[in-house]
C-alpha cells in the first residue's frame, strides 16, 4: 500500500510502521527508492510519536493480529491532528476467518463490524463508517478525529 502511495503521491511524507523486523526489513527494501517515506519498527499500541504528528492514519489487515486492538485505535487517534482521518481495512469475524487463522496458527483477535465501529467511537473518533464486502468476510473502515 505504501508503495501505491508513495508512487501516486511523490511529494507525500509517509512513515510506515511494523512490530515485526522482518517486515520492517522487507518494507525498508521495498520502499527505499521513495525519499518521502520512511520505515520504522514501532508497536501500535503504544506509538513513538508525538500527539497531532499525522494528517492520516493507515491500518491494512493487520489490527485482528494486534491483541490489544482496542489501544492501537486509541494510538491512532491519539496521533492523528484534529480532524485527521484513520482509514483501512481488516477481516470480518466469520468463520472462514476463525478457521484459516486457527489452521495459520497466527496469534489473533478477529473482530465483528460493529464492534469496531463501537470501539472507534469509543476511541474518540466520529463520523464512522464500517462497511463488509467481499460476502462480509473483509470490512472497510474510515472515521475522524474530532475537531478541537
Known amino acids: ?31 527505499h527508492r ?5 520505515v520504522e519498527r514501532a508497536d501500535v499500541t503504544a506509538l513513538p510519536y508525538p500527539g497531532g504528528s499525522f494528517d492520516v492514519v493507515t491500518a491494512y489487515l493487520m489490527l485482528h493480529h494486534v491483541g ?8 491512532s487517534a491519539r496521533v492523528l491532528r484534529p480532524g485527521g482521518v484513520f482509514i483501512g481495512y481488516d477481516l470480518t469475524d466469520t468463520p472462514l476467518a476463525r478457521a484459516v487463522h486457527r489452521l495459520e496458527g497466527s496469534a ?22 464500517v462497511d463488509t464486502s467481499v460476502r462480509e468476510h473483509l470490512m472497510r473502515f474510515r472515521a475522524f478525529k474530532r475537531a478541537v
Open 1 to 31: 500500500m505504501a508503495q501505491g502511495v508513495a508512487r501516486t503521491l511523490p511529494d507525500a511524507r509517509l512513515t510506515v510502521t511494523d512490530l515485526d523486523e522482518a517486515m520492517v526489513a522487507a518494507a525498508a527494501a521495498r520502499l
Open 34 to 38: 521513495h525519499p518521502g517515506v520512511r
Open 68 to 75: 490489544d486492538w482496542r489501544d492501537s485505535l486509541s494510538e
Open 108 to 129: 489473533h483477535r478477529i473482530i465483528a463490524a460493529a464492534e469496531l465501529r463501537e470501539a472507534l467511537a469509543v476511541a474518540g473518533f466520529t463520523d464512522i463508517a
